[in-house]
């Protein structure tokens, strides 16, 4: 029996070391598997037809600016600001948009985002899971939540 889990064991490591091409090590195997990825965007979509509105851009840059996490994600564009097109109407009937207003996108929908080459556009109430973001970053799928202008303090991911 133990001879059997050693060779068993002895097929997994060449298995890896094969796969890994050659890594052998812990420090070359965490080389092989790293993979550099970029962070996720989180974009708002805002509306400037007057001063009223851009005051709110303004206050909304400014709550965001004051947690220290959400500061330095701005500096590193990892949360931006896009103009709508029009007003603050953003069509989910563009030919790049999926829109989706309640429920959670999970794995599954950002695949399904990423086969059609879509841009999600969510609502308010819509959350987003943990391995949906990664898988996000991942596949390139940009997550664009609206501005709420009467609820704006609830529409950054973390």
């Given amino acids: 029996m133990a001879s059997e889990n050693e060779m068993l064991r002895s097929l997994v490591r060449d298995a890896l070391r094969e796969a890994l091409n050659g890594a052998n090590g ?3 195997i965490v080389k092989a598997l790293a993979v550099e990825s970029k962070p996720a965007q989180l974009v708002e979509v805002v509306s400037l037809n007057n001063d009223s509105d851009l005051k709110s851009l303004v206050n ?14 701005l500096r590193e ?20 948009a999926t829109r989706i207003e309640k429920g959670a996108v999970t ?8 086969e059609s080459g879509s841009t999600l556009i969510l609502g308010r109430k819509v959350v987003v899971t943990s391995l949906a ?19 704006q303090k609830g529409s950054v991911m973390r």
């Fill in 60 to 73: 909304r840059v400014l709550d965001l600016a004051a947690d220290p996490q959400t500061l330095a994600a």
């Fill in 107 to 114: 794995e599954s929908t950002i695949r399904k985002a990423a």
């Fill in 133 to 151: 973001r990664d898988k996000a970053r991942e596949m390139g799928v940009a997550i664009i939540r609206e501005n709420q202008q009467e609820n």
């Fill in 77 to 96: 564009g990892t949360i931006v600001f896009q103009l709508s097109q029009q007003s603050s109407n953003h069509s989910a009937s563009d030919s790049n």
């Fill in 26 to 28: 812990a420090t070359e």
